[in-house]
């Protein structure tokens, strides 16, 4: 475990970024690194006045924003993307201290956030031309809604707001974006990196609390909010958003179920569920939450991910070895650690972890548990922690009934030698996205988004990008 560090200088190297210009606020927010438990920075949270500001230059900048060609306004992201290259470095390792997570993946999600945003410059969205005879032409076209709005929770800062930026960026909207409390810093770096790559106000980003996202909800000058977060919070989001009837894109929590059939060789599957189920601390709206297991290879595969669990080390991010970093924050561990103790009393097994470290920092091991009922926390609930179960089934029906019983349906796969069939199985999984022999692969060009109470809307792809445009149809009789 990490010792903590004797002496912290708090840096304060952070500005909002409102109209163009970097500015301070006498409120502010202090961030902690989660694997000491104490803060190391600090940084202006915006207030209501701010906002409003920030959302008046957005407004004035849409006018010109919304007349530039599709190619210029590419021209503009892929500058910012090689920016967050240039700049990888110093942004991975102040991701890490505030996020937790290990430094390899720090760059990795700088690295996957430049290359989608470059992907997604790539898609057209062209005028659809739907009828054409002697008396009609009828063209549906699509039109940029305005300010966006973009929330972001805290387990991928960079990536959960690259997505929605240049999503909104992309088809003409301007843009007010807000980061997780918790997560404030690398989303206000980008802010400061972008300042002069787009004119001004066409970008805004506000660092600032819970209050401060509803308000943004709320605002009558804000056309679309996209809101990744809790479905708690999604909830809470659109029935606000409702009332200016704002369009929404909410990507919600997650459930994900893994099945897993008899024809697998469960040792040359187990590197990879474990890394779908544990990467991150299991902070993922998409990890593996669920593993059912065919009776005829559960010993097998259980033994074979004990084996990978015992191997991965938890510490500091910033430690090279590291491979599993701490829980973000304190209000997630304790959650997590209820769940940890509500398992122990359901008399379910464990495999490995459980233990709840005296800290410092918010560290818990690989936990995998076995034995434990449909009903419990962990089955039901999103643990988003690093804690998975292993539920047992023999016949496929049931494990898909099983899979299916939930209100969350973000994503979820099905692990088979036989590939035709997994994609059989995958098609009944109610989910925004059903993988075969893979977990967690997503790309600019595939949308993304969750189905039943794990969101609304798609994110990327021409699906995505249309969810920040206006349809609009010209009927012409000729
Ligand atoms: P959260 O819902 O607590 O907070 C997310 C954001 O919403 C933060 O910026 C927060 O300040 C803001 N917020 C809080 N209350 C608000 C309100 N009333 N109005 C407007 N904004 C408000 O979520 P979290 O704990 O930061 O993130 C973890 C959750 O996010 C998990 O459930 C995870 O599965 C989900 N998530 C989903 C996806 C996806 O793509 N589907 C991706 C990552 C995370």
Not at 199 to 224: C, F, R, S, Y
Not at 343 to 348: D, I, L, N, Q, V
Not at 354 to 383: A, H, K, M, W
Not at 395 to 402: G, K, S, V
Request: glycine share 8%.
């Amino acid at each position: 475990m990490v010792k903590r560090a004797d002496s912290i200088q708090l840096r304060s190297d952070f500005s909002l970024l409102i109209g163009g210009e970097l500015e301070q606020n006498a409120a502010h927010l202090d961030v902690i690194n989660p694997a000491f438990g104490q803060v190391f920075a600090r940084c202006p949270a915006a207030d209501r006045a701010q906002l409003d500001r920030a959302v008046q230059s957005a407004r004035r900048a849409f006018v010109a924003w919304r007349k530039t060609s599709y190619s210029e306004r590419a021209q503009l992201i892929k500058r910012m993307s090689q920016l967050l290259r240039d700049n990888q470095a110093a942004l991975a390792e102040l991701l890490t201290r505030e996020q937790g997570k290990p430094l390899a993946q720090s760059v990795a999600e700088i690295d996957r956030g430049a290359a989608q945003s470059d992907g997604m410059v790539g898609i057209e969205i062209p005028v659809e031309v739907l009828v054409e005879d002697k008396e009609r032409h009828i063209e549906l076209r699509y039109r940029p809604l305005g300010v966006v709005g973009i929330i972001t929770p805290w387990n991928a800062p960079v990536n959960l707001a690259l997505g929605p930026l240049v999503s909104a960026l992309y088809t003409g909207n301007t843009v007010v974006l807000k980061p997780s409390p918790y997560t404030p810093l690398t989303t206000l770096k980008l802010g400061e990196l972008i300042k002069d790559v787009f004119p001004a106000g066409v970008v805004n980003v506000l660092a600032g609390g819970d209050q401060l996202g509803q308000w943004m909800t709320e605002h009558p000058k804000i056309d679309k909010i996209s809101f990744t977060g809790s479905v708690a919070t999604g909830k809470k989001v659109l029935a606000s958003a409702a009332g200016t009837l704002k369009r929404v894109t909410l990507e919600l929590g997650g459930n994900d179920p893994a099945i897993i059939m008899d024809d697998v060789d469960p040792k040359a599957i187990a590197k990879k569920i474990f890394f779908a189920s544990f990467v991150n601390s299991g902070q993922v709206c998409m990890a593996i939450k669920r593993i059912y297991a065919h009776e005829q290879i559960y010993d097998a595969l259980c033994d074979a991910l004990v084996v990978e669990a015992k191997k991965a080390k938890v510490g500091d991010g910033l430690d090279p070895s590291t491979e599993l970093g701490p829980i973000q924050n304190k209000m997630q561990y304790d959650k997590v650690v209820d769940i940890i103790k509500d398992t122990k009393k359901s008399g379910a097994r464990f495999l490995t972890g459980g233990e709840i470290p005296n800290g410092p920092g918010y560290f818990l091991t690989p936990t995998l548990v076995t034995d434990i009922s449909d009903d419990s926390r962990l089955v039901q609930e999103e643990q988003f922690g690093p804690i998975v179960p292993i539920l047992k089934f023999s016949d496929l029906e049931d494990a898909i009934r099983r899979a299916n019983d939930t209100r969350y349906g973000l994503s979820g796969s099905v692990w088979t030698n036989d590939v035709k069939r997994g994609a059989e199985i995958a098609a009944r999984l109610e989910v925004g996205t059903a993988w075969v022999n893979q977990h967690r692969a997503t790309s600019a060009f595939v949308p993304f988004g969750g189905a039943k109470e794990s969101g609304l809307g798609r994110q990327y792809s021409s699906l995505g990008l249309k969810s920040y445009m206006e349809p609009e149809v010209i009927s012409v009789a000729k």
